[in-house]
């Protein structure tokens, strides 16, 4: 999914940047409304020069961000819009995805879920817009734990992960009513399983990347 990190990015230049003027309030320990150069208008709360408490960031591009802020950073409770259609809206922590939020592409992928650092971390759900769908533990934007994922043609595998691929102990259901519970590495039936067909057939033993050996 396409993050909003380089946005946010460009979003905060205006550090770099000099500075236009404040037009209304207290821009440096109140509540004031401050123009910049670039065109970006900040609306809220500040404390020691800085946007601090609750506050409207909107850029020219139609980008917007509403919520909490510390020390000119995204901190706390806010939503992050983006003019494409995608939004996060959540917790953050030193302008970082951070705690419980939710991600929505503008192609209607969602993540709902924890986050650690702009990562998908701990436990979360992702909805793909092609109707693929994972619930389970993650670690590091990756399937990582325990998790089911459910295909689109309703293929669904239930049981541990690692870095992203089926790994450890799984049970694999095809559409078919055809079943393989037992072990998996990398994606694949390895070790000892048992995969049985549709029509009750078992096939008993080890296995080796995909494939059944004895």
Wanted: proline content about 1%.
């Amino acid at each position: 999914m396409k993050k909003l990190s380089l946005y946010i990015l460009l979003g905060l230049m205006w550090c770099n940047v000099g500075f236009a003027e404040c037009i209304e309030g207290d821009c440096n320990n109140g509540y004031g409304t401050y123009i910049h150069e670039n065109g970006q208008k900040y609306i809220g709360e500040w404390k020691d020069d800085k946007y601090d408490g609750q506050g409207t960031l909107i850029f020219p591009n139609g980008n917007e961000y509403i919520g909490e802020w510390k020390s000119n950073k995204y901190h706390g409770q806010g939503t992050f819009s983006l003019s494409s259609g995608e939004k996060y809206i959540g917790e953050w922590k030193d302008d970082k995805y951070h705690g419980q939020g939710t991600l929505s592409s503008a192609d209607g992928d969602e993540y709902i879920g924890e986050w650690k650092y702009d990562k998908m971390h701990g436990q979360g759900t992702l909805t793909y817009s092609n109707g693929h769908k994972y619930i389970g533990e993650w670690k590091n934007n990756k399937y990582h734990g325990q998790g089911t994922f459910t295909n689109a043609d309703g293929k669904k595998y239930i049981g541990e992960w690692k870095e992203g691929k089926s790994h450890g102990q799984g049970t694999l259901t095809f559409k078919n009513g055809s079943k393989y519970v037992g072990e998996f590495k990398d994606d694949q039936p390895n070790g000892q399983g048992t995969f049985t067909n549709a029509d009750g057939k078992n096939y008993i033993g080890e296995w080796k990347e995909g494939n059944f050996v004895k």
